[in-house]
């Protein structure tokens, strides 16, 4: 596996780390998006995370860059800085892609992590952290 693998167009989906079951699985909601991501061999990393609703115009957009790595599994970490009117965005993103299974059967390629609001924002504070995964869309 290498740097470049992570190169695509990804359902991104981001929730709460609350420890105990919820009868809504709405209420883990941190965020849904689609992440777009380019990685050259020298393991920079760059692309957008854009929120819209289904079938809409984006609504915001992040610019994300960072660097990866490969030795047995491909990791990364990236920094998401929001375009006008989210300016005020900031958030950092550490993970990884999820090993294949050999005898998987329509495994995609899905990237793991963990986010963290690095700087406030809407009267909501720095410092809150969600899990993430992003999985690759066909074709991409």
Known sequence: MNVTD???????????DLP???????R????????ELTAVPDGTVSGELILSDPGEQPLIVMDVTGKASASSRVSFTLSGRG????A?????YD??????WEAGVGQRVVLAGTVLRAEPHGGAP?????SFLAVRREGA
């Not at 375009?83 to 989210?86: E, G, H, N, S, T």
């Not at 005020?88 to 950092?92: L, N, P, T």
């Open 20 to 26: 105990d079951p919820v009868d809504d699985f709405n």
């Open 126 to 130: 720095a410092g809150q952290t969600a």
């Open 95 to 100: 993970g990884g892609i999820l090993p294949h």
């Open 28 to 35: 883990l909601r941190f965020a849904q998006a689609q992440l």
């Open 83 to 86: 375009r006008p009117p989210i």
């Open 88 to 92: 005020d965005f900031h958030y950092e």
């Open 6 to 16: 992570l190169t695509g167009t990804y359902t991104y989906r981001s929730f709460l």
